[in-house]
């Protein structure tokens, strides 16, 4: 069904006719598809808040959503929504005008959490955590006040694999960026439908689609972020082997705690003779 059609949407329109565009579109279409049936991202009727930031990773995410809502495959109501954090020289007026060109309903928010996190963080110091935190704070405001159930982010398949090597290398545990949860407070769902996507496809599509690409300085202006070192062992890995980000990707969903060490998540304890190794996963985990 979502080829069948020639017309395209709007946030579509002027694609490149060419083979390996068609190809790449409807791969990311269909792996979005995927990651919101597999982890029940849809609640008919419900209304999301898209995150927009003007980098090529939001754009794909726009785009994607709004070609499944127009075909009818995505029963929600979208809204778009950037958060300018205030940074010196940011081009306020390119998303609006481009997603009025679009015909996107959105909604612009101006919040000066960047002088903030300069005031706050220590000369050195990485800016990420607190102006994460701080954007955060203000989506879910938004959300609020918009009726929104979910705040929708744009992180694909390699952001959630450096989050998961950042924590096992810094953080001392085994966890990632999840595809869905809930916010602390409980009333709102977080989203990342792009969790199956390839970053570098995020960036062919948005560089064809000649969006308006629009830089992070607070982050782009610090070197050796703990992130860019994991980005650049996973980029000499994937080298190295071809594919190799997506097995270990892969892993991610096939996790065994059996075979693991954490006893709040198996009962090593009550782990008996005669127990088959195939039948360990289904023994009663600890609460």
Known sequence: MLDENDDIHPLFAGAPSSTDFKKLRKRIVRQTREAI????MIERGARWLVCLSGGKDSY?????????????????????????????????????EFLEKMGVEHRIEYEDTYSIVMDKVPQGRTYCALCSRLRRGNLYRIAREEGCSAVVLGHHRDDILETFFMNLFHGGR??????KLVNEEGDLFVYRPLAFVAEADCEKFAKKMNYPII???LCGSQDGLQRQQV???????????????QVMFRALMNARPSHLL????????????????EDTDGIPKLR
């Open 231 to 245: 980005k650049q062992i996973l980029d000499g890995w994937e080298r190295n082997s071809p594919g190799r980000r």
């Open 174 to 179: 085994l966890a990632t960026m999840p595809p």
């Open 37 to 40: 049936e597999q982890f029940g």
């Open 262 to 277: 954490d006893a709040g998540l198996f009962d090593f304890a009550g782990l008996t003779r005669g127990t088959r190794e």
């Open 60 to 96: 794909t995410l726009l785009a994607v959503l709004h070609e499944l809502k127009w075909r009818g495959l995505l029963p929600v109501e979208l809204l778009a929504c950037n958060l300018d954090q205030g940074q010196p020289g940011f081009p306020a007026t390119v998303l609006p």
């Open 215 to 217: 830089p992070c300085d």
